[in-house]
């Protein structure tokens, strides 16, 4: 059985011993890595120990839960809320969390977050196969990706993408269409694959098919106006490479 790296973020020794022991009693995969009791120290353990999974509590001294994610730029383990204050059900979601548990923790709600879990890992599992499938079969021109949404795997053509941003905590990709597709997986690391295929950086929230640039900004602070007319900031770090990648004859 894999274990499932986990932290717990919580200022209540009670609440924080409490589900200590339901996870070592009734939920073996999951492996507690460490503890937290503010969002600040939360950080600095995440960073330690790279968790697969953090049980988050919203109401502590100082900062809220809910801010750990304006820390991140990208996050890329999945939380669970803890927390006595179901008003902050719309805003997990808002968040993207995995899943949401009322103090007192019930073991069976406990439970099916954990099965919940391990089902989305299962997911990604199964779209890392079929990544690799067709970045090994498919002749570049025709070359897909495929991107995990709720309900199914969609298969996008890299020649059909315009351009891919992060919003929140997701992904959003711009086909030619202009039609929007929304995934939860991490900008970075289809931003890292997308640049092996011609895509460009040009700036650490979005990524552009050169194909479809429509014209450059040039004064400061520099942009690029996509064939749809978005205007994309581009970073000084990245203004450049962008005008020497678009300029080459």
């Known amino acids: 059985m894999t274990s499932i790296k986990t932290i717990i973020v919580e200022d209540e020794p009670h609440a924080k011993a409490m589900l200590l022991a339901l996870l070592e009693k009734f939920c073996p995969q999951v492996e507690v890595l460490g503890s937290a009791t503010n969002v600040q120290d939360a950080i600095t353990l995440i960073h330690q120990t790279e968790p ?7 109401e502590m001294p100082g900062e809220k839960g ?9 996050v890329d383990f999945e ?11 719309i805003n997990a979601l808002r968040l993207s969390a995995l899943d949401y548990l009322l103090k007192p923790i019930d073991l069976k709600e406990l439970r099916r977050a954990i099965a919940k879990f ?16 067709f970045d090994a079969s498919s002749p570049q ?19 059909d993408i315009m351009y891919i941003q992060i919003e929140s905590s997701y992904t959003i990709f711009i086909d030619i269409k202009q039609k929007k597709h929304i995934v939860s997986k ?3 690391e289809y931003a890292e694959a997308l640049e092996s295929f011609g895509f460009i950086r040009v700036h650490r929230s ?8 429509s014209k450059i900004i ?3 602070p520099s942009s690029v106006v996509m064939k749809d007319g978005t205007k994309l900031a581009v970073s000084k770090s990245r203004r450049e490479f962008l005008i020497n990648e678009l300029t080459k004859i």
């Not at 697969?52 to 919203?58: S, Y």
């Not at 809910?66 to 990208?74: G, K, V």
């Not at 939380?79 to 059900?89: E, R, S």
């Open 52 to 58: 697969d999974l953090v049980f988050l509590d919203i």
């Open 118 to 133: 391990d089902k989305q890992t299962q997911k990604k599992s199964l779209y890392e196969s079929l990544q690799h499938h």
């Open 66 to 74: 809910i801010q750990l994610f304006d820390y991140f730029e990208e």
């Open 218 to 220: 040039r004064t400061r």
């Open 206 to 213: 979005s990524i552009i098919n050169p194909n479809y640039v």
């Open 141 to 159: 021109k025709h070359k897909r990706i495929v991107l995990p949404t709720k309900e199914s795997f969609q298969f996008l053509e890299l020649k």
């Open 186 to 188: 991490p900008f970075k």
């Open 79 to 89: 939380v669970i809320f803890t927390t006595a204050y179901d008003q902050y059900a």
